[in-house]
């Protein structure tokens, strides 16, 4: 299996909801990331779990908040949200152990997120 | 402080032409380059990665790049463009250590005519 695999594909929510995205992978990989990506834009890293912790979080507001519940699962818990955290929701995972898996990251397909 | 820069945003080939995308980057150490390819409303997939060794890599689809230190370029070619290869290219810099942050370029835009 060489997939990341996301749940939802879409998803809709109004600013005072609770609702969480989902990410799987069964590669073995030790690294899991979640990245924002705007239409047009690159993608904007939020955070990295390495190991099961979180070992980067690049200042994300409070009302994204990730989990990493064991090595194949990264969860991202969404609260009162933001209109302008709609985007492109990716996850990310990579191998361990230089050079041939270093930071090679393998992408899901991504949830789209929208906020009324 | 490590970046990458794509100077060119868009960028129209006609099918069966050949492509060639720019990428320099800005970064302290041996740099590990990747090109990845995302179609609309996907995620984004690995063309080909750079670690060391010989400076031409070939990837997936038929694409190649090479890297060049002197000029800081790691540029991303294809002899003959298919219209299925009209899509989003990210070049990438990334560290020597995983789980890191791995820094992309602004993407180009690749529309292939008929």
């Known amino acids: 299996d060489t997939e990341v695999t996301q749940t939802p594909k879409h998803l809709v929510m109004g600013m005072t909801n609770k609702k969480s995205l989902k990410c799987e992978q069964h590669m073995g990989h030790r690294a899991m990331y979640w990245y924002k990506q705007k239409a047009k834009k690159p993608p904007e890293l939020m955070f990295v779990y390495s190991y099961e912790k979180l070992s980067i979080n690049e200042s994300v507001p409070s009302r994204f908040s990730p989990e990493c519940p064991n090595s194949s699962l990264l969860n991202l818990h969404l609260h009162a949200l933001q ?18 898996g270093a930071n090679v990251l393998t992408f899901g397909a991504g949830s789209r997120l929208t906020v009324l | 402080a490590q970046s990458v820069t794509q100077p060119d945003i868009h960028i129209t080939v006609s099918e069966g032409a050949s492509l060639e995308l720019r990428c320099n980057y800005s970064y302290g150490a041996t740099p590990y380059l990747f090109w990845y390819v995302q179609s609309p409303g996907q995620g984004l997939q690995l063309l080909l990665k750079y670690f060391s060794g ?17 000029q800081s370029s790691f540029n991303l070619r294809k ?5 299925s290869d ?6 990438a810099v990334g560290p020597n250590t995983n789980a890191g942050k791995s820094t992309f370029g602004d993407g180009t835009t690749l529309t292939v005519k008929p």
């Open chain 1, 83 to 100: 209109p302008e955290d709609s985007a492109l929701y990716l996850c990310a995972s990579s191998g361990n152990g230089a050079p041939s």
């Open chain 2, 54 to 70: 010989d400076t031409l890599v070939q990837g997936i689809k038929g694409f190649e790049a090479e890297f060049k230190r002197s």
């Open chain 2, 79 to 83: 002899p003959s463009v298919h219209w």
């Open chain 2, 86 to 91: 009209a899509a989003e290219y990210f070049c």
